[in-house]
């Protein structure tokens, strides 16, 4: 027969076998839970949101919420002008402008001008406006052998239009940036910056400047060193 001595021992054994099986099973647990975890957060989640397709004022709709660029105007709307008509635009534009400025003193208006006025819709406005310098200016240049380079620019565009309701056409307005290069006898003296506006009309397939009115002052007339 057991001794209590004996049998106390046997219970503190068996009580610390069952901690350390306890204790164990804890530990397994809790190591496998967290790898689940990580395996589930490794995985890539549904997206929460869907594309609702096309909404107003958006151009359309895409996946995940996200609508797509606005556009500014309908799919196949055409331009005003196309981009040949615009570039013709410009050219006349220019060419009129920079020949104004282009001149010497042996030039007479009878064979100077023609060239210029085929640029143009051949009003009287701009019959009168194209012409070389008068009176005591051109008496200058005669006298001093003077002679003026210019060249054109197009700078921006103000204005495109097409009028259907009254049936006149296409027209734009552009500034154009003029500089002109003024010499007397071979020997440069100034140049001279202004800024026009300038607008054409196209008529018959061609582009026709129809006016130009003074749009900034520039630096009108600002002198430049003297060649020697």
């Known amino acids: 027969m057991d001794s209590p001595v004996e049998n106390k021992r046997s219970a503190v054994l068996a009580l610390a076998l069952l901690g350390v099986l306890l204790v164990g099973s804890l530990v397994v647990l809790t190591v ?3 790898e689940d975890d990580s395996e589930a957060d490794a995985k890539p989640k549904a997206s929460a949101t869907r594309g609702t397709g096309t909404g107003a004022g958006t151009g359309g709709g895409s996946a995940g919420g996200a609508a797509a660029p606005q556009t500014g105007s309908a799919p196949g709307v055409p331009p005003i002008v196309q981009p ?4 013709e635009a410009h050219r006349a534009m ?10 010497k003193y042996t030039d007479n ?5 023609p060239r210029l006025l ?8 701009l019959k009168k406006r194209t012409a070389l310098p008068t009176d005591k200016a051109w008496a200058a240049c005669q006298q001093n052998k003077c002679s003026s380079a210019g060249q054109a620019f197009v700078r921006r565009d103000a204005l495109i239009a097409d009028d259907l309701a009254r049936g006149s056409g296409q ?6 940036e003029v500089t002109a290069t003024r010499s007397n006898d ?3 003296t100034e140049t001279e910056t202004n800024t026009w506006l300038v607008s054409a009309r196209k008529s018959g397939g061609t582009w026709q400047v129809n006016g130009f009115d003074i749009y900034g002052l520039g630096n009108v007339g600002a002198p430049e060193p003297k060649e020697g």
């Open 109 to 113: 208006n009878a064979a100077w001008a």
């Open 32 to 34: 496998f839970d967290g």
């Open 84 to 87: 040949a008509d615009l570039n």
């Open 171 to 176: 027209s734009i307005s552009s500034v154009v």
């Open 118 to 125: 085929a640029f143009t819709d051949g009003s009287e406005t």
């Open 186 to 188: 071979g020997r440069k």
């Open 94 to 103: 220019a060419d009129y402008m920079s020949g104004l400025n282009t001149f």
